[in-house]
């Protein structure tokens, strides 16, 4: 199985997750039942999810009124973006994406 299928898959994985983290966390609030803890929604966005949080917390209305989601999530998507530019262009391995 080629490298990049398989990194492709998990981000895409973790992304879905990290969406559905947001709307199942909204809707156990919205019940006043039991909570996904707030480093578990981070932990799901440094692993990869950035984007996935991001737009889960914006399509649910979730955690918008947390500055430190607010600005949290956008800085480790940024951070994770550099990352990879950084990998992709300053390292002495060659990346084939064909």
């Not at 992304?15 to 039991?34: C, V, Y």
């Not at 480790?76 to 990346?95: A, D, K, N, R």
Request: charged share 15%.
């Amino acid at each position: 199985m080629d490298v990049i299928f398989v990194v492709l898959l998990y981000l895409v994985i973790v992304n879905i997750a990290g969406f559905a983290f947001m709307g199942i966390d909204k809707r156990r609030a919205r019940r006043n039942a039991w909570r996904i803890p707030e480093s578990d929604l981070f932990l799901i966005a440094l692993i990869g999810g950035s984007v996935g949080c991001l737009c889960g917390m914006y399509f649910f209305r979730h955690k918008t009124r947390h500055w430190y989601f607010v600005w949290g999530m956008p800085a480790i998507l940024v951070i994770q973006v550099i990352l990879i530019l950084c990998l992709v262009f300053f390292t002495p391995f060659s990346f084939a994406i064909l």
